[in-house]
Nanobody, 122 residues
Framework: QVQLMESGGGSVQAGGSLRLSCEAS?????MAWFRQAPGKEREGVAS????????NVADSVKGRFTISRDDAMNTVYLQMNSLKPEDAAMYYCAATGPLTFCTRSGEGMPYWGTGTLVNISS
């Protein structure tokens, strides 16, 4: 069982930046970030496969958010720039084991963190 621990959330003004981190306790193939705001459905933000060559970023954050990973550290990062009030949400890290894939909804992904809260003030 792989455990995930997110960090880096907090409060920032609109236009500001935050960097989220998620450290895994073991091997992961795909790692992803999801977010969920109160009253809204969970939204996939970005995903990245081991090796870092294959990434996917949601249209809503493209050009502002960057996902990266350090496989030696079993850690994935989400650099969030030009933050908007609508980016405020609980951000969750999720991951898969060997030979399994991220899903757009997060369904079927076996490993999840407990979340880190991002607040944006306008």
């Amino acid at each position: 069982q792989v455990q995930l621990m997110e960090s880096g959330g907090g409060s920032v003004q609109a236009g500001g930046s935050l960097r989220l981190s998620c450290e895994a306790s073991g091997y992961t193939n795909c790692m992803a970030w999801f977010r969920q705001a109160p009253g809204k459905e969970r939204e996939g933000v970005a995903s990245i496969y081991r090796g870092g060559r294959r990434t996917n970023v949601a249209d809503s954050v493209k050009g502002r958010f960057t996902i990266s990973r350090d496989d030696a550290m079993n850690t994935v990062y989400l650099q969030m720039n030009s933050l908007k009030p609508e980016d405020a949400a609980m951000y969750y890290c999720a991951a898969t084991g060997p030979l399994t894939f991220c899903t757009r909804s997060g369904e079927g992904m076996p490993y999840w963190g407990t979340g880190t809260l991002v607040n944006i003030s306008s």
